[in-house]
């Protein structure tokens, strides 16, 4: 019998990774997303993860831009604001929200991944809101993904940070 080498590789993560790296989960999470609405990938046990993931991670991107060092301080305090003050930034925000703590504050809108369809061939998510004045409403949870990365994008623009650094 002949002896077969193994080689062996060890990864190390800096305690601060840069934005990027969040930024990076965001895209990864919006191609689950698109690809399960494609039924491109076995479903999962739980469809609502996909979506809540998604919601999670583009939500706190604003904690990783504001607590960068490498992002200037009036760049990274100006996120919150950008992100609350853009419905699809917000929108993400609502459902990360509401599924971590369960329930809003009085005056906080209620948003969450209320179901969908899933055929042979396509998968869809929707969002279901409520207002704190009890207006309600749903969105297509894949618009809402794709219209947040853009907003990041725009806000990336705007404040001259580069999406593909680090």
């Not at 840069?18 to 191609?31: C, E, F, I, K």
């Not at 990938?41 to 998604?54: C, G």
């Not at 200037?72 to 509401?98: E, M």
């Not at 297509?140 to 001259?160: C, I, N, P, Y």
Request: proline share 6%; charged share 25%; with cysteine.
């Amino acid at each position: 019998m002949r002896a077969v080498d193994s080689a062996q590789v060890g990864i190390t993560y800096a305690p601060d990774r840069p934005w990027q790296d969040q930024w990076r989960a965001v895209l990864a999470a919006l191609g689950e997303l698109e690809a399960a609405a494609a039924r491109q990938v076995d479903p999962p046990a739980d469809w609502r993860q996909l979506p809540i993931r998604f919601c999670e991670l583009c939500w706190h991107l604003r904690d990783w831009l504001r607590n960068d060092p490498e992002v200037p301080q009036v760049v990274g305090g100006s996120a919150d604001p950008f992100a609350r003050a853009h419905p699809a930034l917000k929108l993400v925000g609502d459902v990360a929200n509401t599924n971590k703590h369960r329930s809003r504050k009085p005056g906080d809108r209620h948003a969450r991944i209320a179901g969908g369809t899933v055929a042979e061939d396509s998968a869809s998510f929707m969002i279901e809101w409520t207002e704190a004045d009890s207006s309600s409403g749903t969105e297509d949870a894949l618009t809402t993904a794709r219209q947040a990365v853009q907003d990041w994008r725009d806000f990336f623009a705007a404040k001259g940070l580069d999406e593909n650094a680090a």
